[in-house]
């Protein structure tokens, strides 16, 4: 049974810095892409970053110059540093794996950022 577990959420003030980490076990074939989702209260879930097999990254507008997404393929883990948060930062954050077949969700990690 696959399993993606997230850390790294929490309070952070403005201005300031967390890194997410997601961690998949089970057995995985074929990861194509890992990526970070968020959902803010009263609002739909949406893409922040994405990171191919290959790579390739993407992100989100509103997080260019802040965020970085990165890999561990032989861990299949991925993490986003986050810095320079702003309060529209908050919300709820998921992982996210696709394979060939399906995708994979994490259950998700709180980021509030506020003073």
């Known amino acids: 049974q696959v399993q993606l577990v997230e850390s790294g959420g929490g309070l952070v003030q403005p201005g300031g810095s967390l890194r997410l980490s997601c961690a998949a076990s089970?057995?995985?074939?074929?990861?194509?892409?890992m990526g970070w989702y968020r959902q803010a209260p009263g609002k739909q879930r949406e893409l922040v970053a994405t990171?191919?097999?290959?790579?390739?990254?993407n992100y989100a507008d509103s997080v260019k110059g802040r965020f970085t997404i990165s890999r561990d393929n032989a861990k299949n883990t991925v993490y986003l540093q986050m810095n320079s948060l702003k309060p529209e930062d908050t919300a709820v954050y998921y992982c996210?794996?696709?394979?060939?077949?399906?995708?994979?969700w994490g259950k998700g990690t709180l980021v509030t950022v506020s003073s």
């Open positions: 990171i191919t097999s290959g790579g390739t990254t």
């Open positions: 996210n794996i696709v394979t060939p077949t399906t995708d994979y």
């Open positions: 089970g057995i995985i074939f074929s990861i194509r892409a």
